[in-house]
């Protein structure tokens, strides 16, 4: 294979178009079947990719299994130090990875990625996992745990931020001693196959890393139903994750599920509205809303809800929308499936009773014609039992839901499936301190809408939202098992 591209702008350097990695080589799908990579923005092609399924999951997970044991191992301190030559080579290529991701994904640049310090953060840890000692019930025993890998694992990645998702998985479970077989998603692998390229580079053994790329029905779902596959990490859909979930039963397989969110901001009459109204329409119109994250709940105290949302219609209203190359804050959705499903809802807000203040529709001009574009949408008279109000859109609209009281809002933010994270905003310590411990979320944010430059802070959810943490202290630590060991001194033979 060669480093060649249909688009140029697309880094070269980095992919290998038609290949995938297994075994530390760049090979096709052993049907030789591909799948087209475009730009969401123009429907350009931007690469190919091979179109696997099982079988090609079964040769990566042999791949795994052979450089497990020196992997293994390896000391750990070892593994850390090729981690942080990884991320060194991460930022080397730092606005190459960008490029190419906004490109695929949609999104304009967001600057430096995030994956360099996520690894080193990672990698700080590789060499911190440690067993206990035990007491024992006489002298000549010892007693002692140890933290050990649990083998070849999986991972599957969804589009909407491959990079990070993909530094946040493979590097914990590589850490930990494992070696690993992920897939990333069909709109959006470009960027995990160049970062599985300079994990080659870094010197990380072949085998240890295998990205097999593919349709979710057929390489996504070979990987839970492997039987040798023996841990797995999901991030996705309820829906695909209660699939997953039943696939990993057949075999006992444990997992983590990151899944989605209906995120409530909390508005209360003491906000300071200069800081919360843009943070507000910036967190929904991120990433073009497809953000699990992404706050798409406005609980509004009354009092405030006029000012409120004549502020939101005009925040988003100012928020520019174009093609990813263009200095804009908002690009077009992934795909067509994803466009129809979110200006589907906008007509379903519409029909329910909700009050359509800006957006709804694609924006006009040249520039739009060909991709996945809506314009920032914002729906106020939201009931809380509305669909836009109860079920995720991922997608770039925000609703209005208006309380009464303190008891209200917390009934209204708790009362959906979902509870990944939620923000308050308020100037009031016990207010902030009462709302903490009441919302059902995985991470509250005081002032602030997805979270306030906490480093290492776990991340994972509530209730439908999943179950499991990522990105935390102990993130190396999930991606090992327990085992006890107890050991006496043989008793000398008798003669």
Known sequence: MTDTLDSPAVAPSLVVDGAQLIGGEWVPSHTGRTIDVINPANLELLARVPQ??????????????AAFPAWRDLNATARAGLLFRWADLIERHSSQLDGLESQEVGRPSWGPPPMAGQLRFIAGQADKVQGVSLP???????????????????????????????????????????????????DAPLTPLALAKLSIEAGIP?????????????AGAAIPDHPRIRRIGFTGSPQTGRLIMEACSRHLTPLHLELGGKSPQVIFPDADLDTAI?????????????????????????????????????????????????????????????????TDYIEVGTEQGATLVTGGSRPKGPDFEKGFFVEPTLFDGVSPDMRIAQEEIFGP????????????????????????????????????????????????????????????GPFGGYKNSGFGRTMGADSVLDWTQVKTVSMREAPLPRF
């Open 397 to 456: 609209v925000l609703s209005v839901i208006t309380v009464d009281d303190e008891a209200e809002a917390i009934a209204v933010a708790n009362g959906v499936d979902y509870g990944l994270v939620a923000s308050v905003w308020t100037q009031s310590v016990g207010t902030a301190v009462r709302m903490s411990r009441a919302l059902q979320a995985g991470q509250v944010a005081v002032n602030s809408s997805l979270g306030a430059g906490v480093i290492g």
């Open 206 to 218: 072949a085998g240890v890393i295998n990205v097999v790329t593919g349709y979710g029905s057929e």
């Open 278 to 342: 843009p943070a507000i329409a910036m967190g929904i119109t991120l990433n073009t809303g497809q953000i699990c994250a992404a706050g798409s709940r406005v609980v509004v105290l009354r009092s405030v809800h006029d000012e409120v949302v004549e502020r939101l219609a005009t925040q988003m209203q100012k928020v520019t929308v174009g093609p990813w190359h263009q200095p804009v804050n908002m690009g077009p959705l992934i795909n067509e499936k994803q466009h129809s499903r979110v």
């Open 136 to 186: 024992t019930y006489s002298p000549d025993t010892v007693g002692y745990t140890l933290r050990e890998p649990y083998g070849v694992v999986g991972a599957i990645i969804p589009w909407n931020a491959p990079g990070p998702m993909f530094v946040t998985e493979v590097g914990a479970a590589i850490a930990a001693g494992n070696t690993i077989v992920i897939k990333p998603a069909e």
């Open 52 to 65: 696997s399924d099982a079988e090609d999951v079964d040769q990566a997970v042999r791949a795994a299994e």
